[in-house]
């Protein structure tokens, strides 16, 4: 017999403790809530991020751009002409200032796609590989969420990736060749504060040029189980759109795509500066990004977690 006086079940929880199973308990966790749990996906792909070596390879070579632009032009016999070389560079030997713009502008073509579609075609495709994914899927996450903070902390990483070039070109350029006024195009002269601002404006616009190869590798490593795989049909695909708009027939094809616009960041050293152009290449900029990732997650939405 069962004295009358020993209750039957897990006692009932007091006034001041939330049952189990509500939205401060979970899985008959007794522990307390933890705080920031809407970080937590995003300090876990950053902490991902910061434990892989491709990480600092990618940073290291970010780098070496403005280091080498001026050891380059101070070795060199004579400076480059204008039209020379990447946007700028015949103006880095006159003015410091000029090295992070002649790097972003050597950078924007094709090594920092690269670096952008290294960095998301692991994403979702790398995990696979390594069986992480399938882990993670099988739990109850949203994969909405999921998908979002690899988006975010893709660009936070080229972000960084952006802000060690223009630091570097900085330091270098006033190693080198010191730091005046920058002239613009149109011919006029801004203040040191000023030229730092528009640089920081330019590496703001190759971050936006590249929310979209972001997007696009996301894609395709939503859509295999290969992070090789992922990132050579995103370098593919990139050059293919490359080579199709350098030919005069497919002059109509430019305004949709949006490697056309990576170069007008040029606008901003304008007097005054031209924000017609800026803006459309922002706006072509953010269509193509939150269309590709709204096709990633529609298709990542229904990935199966047994393939």
């Not at 560079?89 to 050597?106: E, F, I």
């Not at 056309?260 to 500066?273: A, E, G, H, M």
């Amino acid at each position: 017999m069962i004295p009358a006086d020993v209750p039957l079940g897990p006692p009932a929880p007091s006034a001041n403790e939330p049952a189990i199973g509500t939205g401060d308990r979970r899985h008959g966790s007794t522990r307390a809530p933890m705080a920031g749990r809407a970080w937590g996906p995003l300090r876990r792909e950053w902490m991902k991020l910061l434990f892989t070596r491709r990480t600092y390879v990618i940073w290291a070579g970010l780098l070496a751009i403005p280091f080498m632009i001026t050891i380059a032009l101070e070795l060199a016999d004579s400076p480059p002409g204008p039209g020379e070389g990447p946007e700028f560079l015949s103006r880095v030997l006159d003015n410091g200032m000029y090295v992070p713009l002649a790097s972003l502008a050597a950078l924007l073509p094709f090594f920092l796609p690269l670096a952008a579609i290294m960095v998301a075609s692991y994403m979702l495709a790398g995990e696979a590989e390594l069986g992480t994914l399938r882990i993670v899927l099988l739990r109850p996450v949203d994969r909405g969420a999921m998908l979002l903070a690899k988006w975010v902390t893709a660009v936070s990483y080229l972000f960084v990736g952006l802000l060690i070039v223009v630091a570097g070109g900085l330091v270098f350029g006033a190693v080198f060749f010191g730091l005046e006024p920058m002239v613009t195009l149109s011919g006029s002269t801004v203040s040191l504060a000023e030229g730092t601002g528009l640089i920081l404006l330019t590496a703001l616009f190759a971050l936006a040029a590249m929310t979209c190869m972001i997007s696009l590798a996301l894609l395709f490593s939503a859509l295999t189980d290969s992070s090789l795989t992922a990132l050579i049909a995103t370098v593919v695909l990139y050059i293919v759109v490359q080579l199709l708009v350098s030919f005069s027939y497919f002059d109509w094809l430019a305004p949709y795509v949006f490697p056309t616009y990576f170069n007008d960041y040029v606008n901003l050293f304008r007097d005054p500066i031209a924000w017609r152009p800026i803006g459309k290449a922002v706006l072509v900029f953010g269509l193509w990004s939150a269309g590709l990732t709204t096709t990633a997650w529609l298709l990542f939405r229904r990935r199966d977690v047994l393939s």
